[in-house]
Structures are given as C-alpha cells and as structure tokens.
Nanobody, 124 residues
Framework: QVQLVESGGGLVQAGGSLRLSCAAS????????MGWFRQAPGKERAFVAA????????YYADSVKGRFTISRDNAKNTVYLQMNSLKSEDTAVYYC?????????????????WGQGTQVTVSS
C-alpha cells in the first residue's frame, strides 16, 4: 500500500511555471508506476501524464505535450510534474496517482491509489 501527498500548487499567471511534487510513503515506491490527473470545475477527472517505475517510459495527454514534464526520484519517493507555459485551461485540481501497472494509469485511468489533490489556478 502507498499513501500520496501532493504539494506545489498555487496561483500563477498565464505563461508561467509551477512544479508539483507528490511524496509517497512506503518502501516499495520504486515498484509503482506513477501518474498525474486533473479535474477542472464541472469536468471529469482527466489523465495528464504518467511514468514507469524506472522512469524510462513517459506518457502525456495531447493537451500538455511539450509543456509538461513528469519525472521521479526513487531515492526520495517523489514524483514531479513540471508545468511550463501554463494556460488558463490548465486550471484544475491536480491529483497524484499510483499503480503497479503503467497502462492501468494511462489507458484504464483507474489507478489503485490517489492523493488528495492540489489546486492549480492560472490567471489570464
């Protein structure tokens, strides 16, 4: 089992950058694929990015490709989401997620573990 705690959200102007962090508990962090999802007001939760347990494979939603970068540090039990060139439509609650299977995150979008979320607001 793993517990996830996000941080790094906040208010930023359009065109700016933020880096989200997700700290995971447990000694088996390096065996989990990790991902980020987001939920905007009035919309369903949507996949943003995912990374394999080794960091060797990454996946992104089309809407964030070229602007967002997911990475992980297994020694620190932490996954990151670097967000650049932010737009007002990136405003959402961002959730960290974990699962043993990468495709459960990317394709099925039903990971086994979720964080509580962190708010990102982009002002135009």
């Amino acid at each position: 089992q793993v517990q996830l705690v996000e941080s790094g959200g906040g208010l930023v102007q359009a065109g700016g950058s933020l880096r989200l962090s997700c700290a995971a508990s447990g000694r088996t962090f390096s065996t989990y694929a990790m991902g980020w999802f987001r939920q905007a007001p009035g919309k369903e939760r949507a996949f943003v990015a995912a990374i394999s347990w080794s960091g060797g494979s990454t996946y992104y939603a089309d809407s964030v490709k070229g602007r967002f970068t997911i990475s992980r540090d297994n020694a620190k039990n932490t996954v990151y989401l670097q967000m650049n060139s932010l737009k007002s439509e990136d405003t959402a609650v961002y959730y960290c997620a974990a699962d043993y299977e990468l495709m459960t995150i990317v394709v099925r979008t039903t990971p086994g573990y979720w964080g509580q979320g962190t708010q990102v607001t982009v002002s135009s």
